[in-house]
């Protein structure tokens, strides 16, 4: 059974840095066949997709708030995912969540290639437990 184990999360001033770890388990191919996605919850709000890669298709997306401050990437010999964030705001406040699918799961709706999401219904089969990101002076 695939999982996810999230950490990396902390406490760090308006303007600070944080690199936020997925580290993926049980899944016997290379992290790059997957569909990886990194999501948020604010107290009080609706769950967010931030971003997304999936390696073998090489697409990634960022939602609007943070193109230019945050970079997800992956490392597949360590079957580990990433989310570098910079500049962080305190909007950027929430618990973080990665969730992982086949690479397979989700396609472009005019040339069907495959891709990832992070629009609603957030249809991804696998959910870390999360990591607390708490950006305040």
């Known amino acids: 059974q695939l999982q996810l184990v999230e950490s990396g999360g902390d406490l760090v001033e308006p303007g600070g840095t944080l690199t936020l770890s997925c580290v993926v388990s049980g899944f016997s191919d290379s992290i790059d066949n997957l569909a990886i996605a990194w999501f948020r919850q604010a107290p009080g709000k609706e769950r967010e997709g931030v971003s997304c890669?999936?390696?073998?298709?090489?697409?990634?997306i960022y939602t609007d708030s943070v193109k230019g401050r945050f970079t997800i990437s992956r490392d597949a010999s360590k079957m580990t995912a990433y989310l570098k964030m910079n500049n962080l705001k305190s909007e950027d406040t929430a618990l973080y969540y990665c969730?992982?699918?086949?690479?397979?799961?989700?396609?472009?709706?005019?040339?069907?290639?495959?891709?990832?999401?992070?629009?609603?219904?957030?249809?991804?089969?696998?959910w870390g437990q999360g990591t607390q990101v708490t950006v305040s002076s």
């Open positions: 890669i999936v390696r073998r298709y090489n697409r990634t």
């Open positions: 969730a992982a699918d086949s690479s397979l799961q989700f396609k472009i709706p005019t040339s069907l290639q495959p891709t990832c999401d992070i629009t609603p219904p957030y249809a991804y089969k696998h």
